[in-house]
T-cell receptor, first 109, second 111 residues
Framework: GQNIDQPTEMTATEGAIVQINCTYQTSGFNGLFWYQQHAGEAPTFLSYNVLDGLEEKGRFSSFLSRSKGYSYLLLKELQMKDSASYLC??????????FGAGTTVTVRA | ETGVTQSPTHLIKTRGQQVTLRCSSQ?????VSWYQQALGQGPQFIFQ???????GRGNFPPRFSGLQFPNYSSELNVNALELDDSALYLC??????????FGPGTRLTVT
């Protein structure tokens, strides 16, 4: 089976940095994804890691360690609009994604 | 803008009824996937279609079925609706090797 764990909630202050951790145990691995989902909306693609290391994309960075089954999403210079749910997902086939339950990030002024 | 559209936006059905949800895409890869997202949970994979054939299925009963058409559109059909089927249903299209883009979803409520 697939087991993907991430914290339920995190709170941070505007302008700060927040790191969302994700650990996974899956039957296969063909990439790890992070999605952002605002309430009532569809998930939007943020990042993709398939090799170990850090991928940086503007204010967002994502890290992967395949040997540890571990990833994190780093959000810098937090803005109010970053308040959302962040979903960690593992692709274990050609396209099928297995998602964690999501981490709700609340940004406070 | 992901180029993936879904209809209807919201739907209310009664237990035991049948429902058809639709997904369309302007263009892109031949693979379309459907996911169910219950409130407070991550999306759960229902099934995937490639070139109009189902080629992957999650842990969902046979009363969940689908179709894919040559014009990239797709349908999700659910028979004998149950209260637990109430969820957001998401259609995803693969655009490039690793990127999947989701449509806005259909919110289904079963009463």
């Amino acid at each position: 089976g697939q087991n993907i764990d991430q914290p339920t909630e995190m709170t941070a202050t505007e302008g700060a940095i927040v790191q969302i951790n994700c650990t996974y145990q899956t039957s296969g691995f063909n990439g790890l994804f992070w999605y952002q989902q605002h309430a009532g909306e569809a998930p939007t693609f943020l990042s993709y890691n398939v090799l170990d290391g850090l991928e940086e994309k503007g204010r967002f960075s994502s890290f992967l360690s395949r040997s540890k089954g571990y990833s994190y999403l780093l959000l810098k210079e937090l803005q109010m609009k970053d308040s959302a749910s962040y979903l960690c997902a593992v692709r274990d086939g050609d396209y099928k994604l297995s998602f964690g339950a999501g981490t709700t990030v609340t940004v406070r002024a | 803008e992901t180029g993936v559209t879904q209809s209807p936006t919201h739907l209310i059905k009664t237990r035991g009824q049948q429902v058809t949800l639709r997904c369309s895409s302007q263009s892109g890869h031949n693979t379309v996937s459907w996911y169910q997202q219950a409130l407070g949970q991550g999306p759960q994979f229902i099934f995937q279609y490639y070139r109009e054939e189902e080629n992957g299925r999650g842990n969902f009963p046979p009363r969940f079925s689908g179709l894919q058409f040559p014009n990239y559109s797709s349908e999700l059909n659910v028979n004998a609706l149950e209260l637990d089927d109430s969820a957001l249903y998401l259609c995803a299209r693969a655009r490039r090797d690793h990127e999947q883009y989701f449509g806005p979803g259909t919110r289904l409520t079963v009463t």
